[in-house]
């Protein structure tokens, strides 16, 4: 079967939205390419249709996520105290641990059909976390890989101060992708207290506003992020 190629991403920003709001969006978008991929199978290969992409950008209330595989241990705080803390908490389909989002927080959502793209989930990891790189030297601020662990990381080549700034965590059927990154902008940093952050007991959370001491405009960030992911994919963005 040939497969129509378009590089074309629709870019929303949901803004300050509800978790189960913002998944409910991801999961519709996410079936509906699935759905065209799947009807493209019955199609002869002069009709077959592009599939979308789409780039959700958004900030939810406090909430806790743990991946399929996650240990429910790694929360530290019983679900039954989250309201006292102002949290929910959700059981999720992605891969990874636990993990934590708030505003203040960046979350970014690519749900879109690598076939359009290039069909290797390493290079998509890779490139998401080199985006939030090539966004965090714009601030003068260098950043890194640490071999073995997804997210990206401030002094990361010193196991005692290394310290996660994004984390992520991805879904991906038939080469569709949902779900994402998560990077630390003006968060509040007191809830990764309630939680062995992506189950990784000795390495400390940090955030743009805790390494510059002060806070950082969120709408500037959106906008370096956006073009570093859109050059990376090379994607045609589409507001």
Same mark, same amino acid.
């Given at each position: ?61 406090? *909430?806790?996520?743990? #991946?399929?595989?996650? $240990?429910? +241990?790694?929360? /530290? ?8 803390? !102002? ?88 080469? *569709?992708?949902?779900? #994402?990154?998560?990077? $630390?902008? +003006?968060?509040? /940093? ?8 992506? !189950? ?40």
């Amino acid at each position: 079967m040939n497969h129509v190629i378009s590089r074309a991403t629709k870019f929303i920003d949901l803004g300050l939205i509800d978790y189960q709001q913002a998944w409910d969006r991801q999961t519709d978008l996410f079936n509906s390419i699935l759905r065209t991929k799947s009807e493209n199978r019955n199609r002869p290969a002069e009709t077959q249709q592009a599939t979308e992409n789409f780039l959700l950008f958004c900030e939810h209330p406090h *909430v806790y996520t743990l #991946g399929k595989s996650g $240990n429910e +241990n790694n929360l /530290l705080i019983s679900k039954e105290n989250l309201h006292s803390i !102002g949290a929910s908490y959700y059981h999720i389909n992605r891969g990874g641990d636990i993990t934590y989002h708030g505003p203040g927080q960046l979350v970014v959502y690519p749900v879109i059909d690598l076939e359009n793209f290039f069909t290797d989930i390493h290079q998509y990891m890779r490139l998401l976390e080199e985006a939030v790189i090539q966004t965090l030297h714009v601030f003068k601020i260098k950043s890194g890989r640490i071999a073995g662990l997804t997210g990206v990381w401030l002094d990361w080549e010193d196991e005692k101060t290394a310290r996660k700034i994004c984390a992520m965590g991805v879904k991906t059927s038939r080469w *569709v992708t949902m779900h #994402g990154l998560a990077l $630390n902008v +003006n968060t509040d /940093l007191s809830y990764f207290k309630q939680m062995v952050p992506c !189950g990784i007991k000795d390495k400390a959370v940090t955030s743009l506003d805790k390494e510059f001491g002060h806070s950082v405009e969120m709408r500037e960030i959106k906008m370096i992020l956006r073009e570093k992911l859109a050059h990376l994919f090379r994607m045609e963005l589409i507001d």
